[in-house]
Every structure is written in C-alpha cells, then in structure tokens.
C-alpha cells in the first residue's frame, strides 16, 4: 500500500525558510517522480515543483522559481521541498505526489497518489 505522509509545516514570517518532507512507503520509491501541489482556501490546487526518479530533473512554477528547491534522497525514500524567501500568498496546504512515471510532470491527474497535506502559513 502507498502511503505519502508530509511534515514540516507550520507558521512562519514573511521572509523565512520552512522545508517540508514527504516520507514514501510501500513501492519502489526511486523509480518514480514525484512532485508537490498546493491549495488555498477558494483556490484550485497548483503545481509547485517536480523532480524526476533521478533528481536530475527538476522544474518549478514561475511563482516560487528561484526560492523553492525540490530534492529527494532515494536512499531514505524521502522527497524535500526547501522553501525560502516565504511570502503570504504562499499560505496554502501543501501536498506530495507520486508521478505515474519516472520523470517529473506538472500536470496534476498524472499523479496516481496523494499524501494528505500539511498546511504552511505565513504571516505578514
């Protein structure tokens, strides 16, 4: 059974750093992309950054370019979202997802599992 569970969030001022986890069980963890999506009350969930099997691909929305870092560590089963420079309009619940295939996508009903979220708030 998959199961994707996120940790790391909380409350943080505008201009801080939280770096978010996404822990993988229950398949091969490292033949898959795997990405992370947000949603803000009254928003659609957005795509935020992907990484492939690998980690040698990564791509980020045009939101969070150049604050964000998408990594993993296939030996811990682990995938990492570093989030820097926060704004408030990055006050959303964050989620991993496990990509059908091995690179990376934006594309959200590529994903085939959903961890449950962590929300991120971050004040003004």
């Known amino acids: 059974q998959v199961q994707l569970v996120e940790s790391g969030g909380g409350l943080v001022q505008a201009g801080g750093s939280l770096r978010l986890s996404c822990a993988a069980s229950?398949?091969?963890?490292?033949?898959?992309?795997m990405g992370w999506f947000r949603q803000s009350p009254g928003k659609e969930r957005e795509f935020v950054a992907t990484?492939?099997?690998?980690?040698?691909?990564?791509h980020y929305a045009d939101s969070v370019k150049g604050r964000f870092t998408i990594s993993r560590d296939n030996a811990k089963n682990t995938v990492y979202l570093q989030m820097n420079s926060l704004k408030p309009e990055d006050t959303a619940v964050y989620y991993c997802a496990r990509a059908g295939t091995g690179t990376g996508t934006t594309i959200p009903v590529v994903y085939d599992y959903w961890g449950q979220g962590t929300q991120v708030t971050v004040s003004s």
């Open positions: 229950g398949h091969t963890f490292s033949r898959y992309g």
């Open positions: 990484i492939n099997w690998s980690g040698g691909i990564t």
